[in-house]
């Protein structure tokens, strides 16, 4: 059973970087898509970035599209989301998520996934 793990959120400055890990065990990542989202206290989950299985096509939300970035590590079986120049609107949990049957084009629609982390939490506040 393919299990996800989140790590690396925090408290960041306005402008600052952080860099999320999603950890994976009991399979390989490779075998499935990923995602990113997030969501805040009273606000529907978002989807933020996305790659294939493959890793040779990925995808971005307008709203984080040149800040973050979706990296996978195949050897280390962990995909990243690196971001940067984070704003307070990007507080919220972020979750990584895997599905080894979504169609191409719909990675950024949270329903199509079935396997979920627990989220990690972000705060970008001064």
């Known amino acids: 059973q393919l299990q996800l793990v989140e790590s690396g959120g925090g408290l960041v400055q306005p402008g600052g970087s952080l860099r999320l890990s999603c950890a994976a065990s009991g399979s390989t990542l490779d075998s499935y898509a990923i995602g990113w989202f997030r969501q805040a206290p009273g606000k529907e989950r978002e989807g933020l970035s996305c790659m294939n299985r493959s890793g040779g096509s990925t995808m971005y939300a307008d709203s984080v599209k040149g800040r973050f970035t979706i990296s996978r590590d195949s050897a280390k079986n962990t995909v990243y989301l690196i971001m940067n120049s984070l704003k307070p609107e990007d507080t919220a949990v972020y979750y990584c998520?895997?599905?080894?049957?979504?169609?191409?084009?719909?990675?950024?629609?949270?329903?199509?996934?079935?396997?979920w982390g627990q989220g990690t939490s972000v705060t970008v506040s001064s």
């Open positions: 998520g895997a599905d080894p049957f979504i169609f191409r084009g719909r990675c950024l629609y949270d329903y199509e996934y079935t396997y």
